[in-house]
């Protein structure tokens, strides 16, 4: 294994761990909220501030855990396509080398199936370049639809009795293209089955 895959591996460890103590973190939240809730029904408010700071710092320390996780996958979708790279550039080489063979004997037939191998190894880049940009766009970018997140806000937000509505009004931003279309991706997909196999 190289460098640049012991560090792919590496990079995918440290994001599963990141996300493992982020859901303990949301665990331990919402046992802080639940003592909370015992404390005000017990009318305890001493009690009930610090266990309300308590899951505040849980969940700073999630949504930190979080997007920490999230750069880190970003990083190793990088480093992924860095060892593609490597790999596609060294078939590149053994064609080119293949050439150069070829072109001493000058066999035309030998040379047109060089040439053959090496538009294919050049196609096989560029839809792996392309796969891999659109993994890692979609790795930094936030792909969660602006509707979802508003319709869970409310929904949350009515269950608690809280009105939000107007504060979401003034924070709807623009929406934004996050990846490539269906289209566009099954026909990366299908290329991309079509290079494995």
């Known amino acids: 294994m190289s460098g640049l895959e012991k560090a792919l591996f590496n990079l995918k460890f440290t994001a599963k761990q990141l ?5 303990k ?4 939240e919402q ?7 015992k404390a005000i ?12 700071q308590n899951a505040i710092r849980k969940q700073n320390e999630k949504l930190n855990l979080l997007r920490l996780g999230s750069r880190i996958d970003a990083v190793s979708s990088r480093v992924q396509t860095a060892v593609t790279m490597r790999q596609v550039s060294g078939s590149m080489a053994n064609v080119v080398k293949g050439m150069d063979t070829a072109m001493k004997t000058m066999d035309l037939e030998r040379i047109s199936a060089v040439m053959d191998r090496f538009e294919t190894q050049f196609e096989d880049l560029d839809v792996a370049t392309g796969y891999y940009e659109n993994a890692t766009s979609s790795a930094t970018a936030v792909g969660t639809p602006q509707e979802d997140v508003d319709r869970l806000m409310n929904q949350v937000a009515d269950e608690a009795g ?12 623009p ?11 099954d026909g990366l997909g299908e290329r991309l089955r079509a290079l494995r196999s």
């Open 19 to 23: 996300n493992r103590q982020a859901q």
């Open 25 to 28: 973190a949301g665990k331990d």
């Open 31 to 37: 046992a802080e909220k639940a003592k909370l809730k």
């Open 41 to 52: 029904q017990q009318n305890h408010t001493d009690i009930a501030k610090i266990y309300a």
């Open 162 to 173: 809280v009105e939000l509505s107007q504060e979401m009004e003034a924070q709807k931003a």
């Open 175 to 185: 929406p934004m293209k996050v990846g490539p279309t269906e289209v566009e991706e």
